[in-house]
C-alpha cells in the first residue's frame, strides 16, 4: 500500500520562507513523478511544481521565481522551497505522486501553509 508523509507548513509572516518535503512507502515503481498542488479556500486545486521521471521540473508560471522543487536527501522524496511568501500562496498544500507506467496517482493528506501578519 503506497503512503506518502509530508511534512513542514504552517504559519508564515509575508515575505518569509517554508519547506515542505514529501516522502512515499510502501511501493517501487519504474519511474514515477512527484509533486505539488494546493488548494485556497473556494478555489479548485492547482498544480505548483512537478518533478517528472525524467528529473525535469516543472513550477507553475505564477511561482517562479520564488517557489522551486527538487529531489530530498531521503530516497523517494522531494521537497518544495517557498520563499518570499504571500498571502495569496496561503492554501493546504498536497504532494501527489504517479505511477509513470499505470498512472495510478496517490495524494499525501495535505499540509496548511497559512501566510500572514
Known amino acids: 500500500q503506497v503512503q506518502l508523509v509530508q511534512s513542514g507548513g504552517g504559519l508564515v509572516q509575508p515575505g518569509g520562507s517554508l519547506t515542505l518535503s514529501c516522502g512515499f512507502s510502501?511501493?517501487?515503481?519504474?519511474?514515477?513523478?512527484m509533486g505539488w498542488y494546493r488548494q485556497a479556500p473556494g478555489k479548485e486545486r492547482e498544480l505548483v511544481a512537478m518533478l517528472t521521471p525524467g528529473e525535469l521540473t516543472k513550477v507553475r508560471d505564477s511561482l517562479k521565481g520564488r517557489f522551486s522543487i527538487s529531489r530530498g536527501d531521503a530516497e523517494n522524496s522531494i521537497v518544495l522551497q517557498m520563499n518570499n511568501l504571500e498571502p495569496g500562496d496561503t492554501a493546504v498544500y498536497y504532494c501527489?505522486?504517479?505511477?509513470?507506467?499505470?498512472?495510478?496517482?496517490?495524494w499525501g493528506n495535505g499540509t496548511l501553509v497559512t501566510v500572514s501578519s
Open positions: 510502501g511501493a517501487t515503481f519504474t519511474s514515477y513523478a
Open positions: 501527489k505522486l504517479q505511477d509513470g507506467r499505470t498512472w495510478a496517482e496517490y
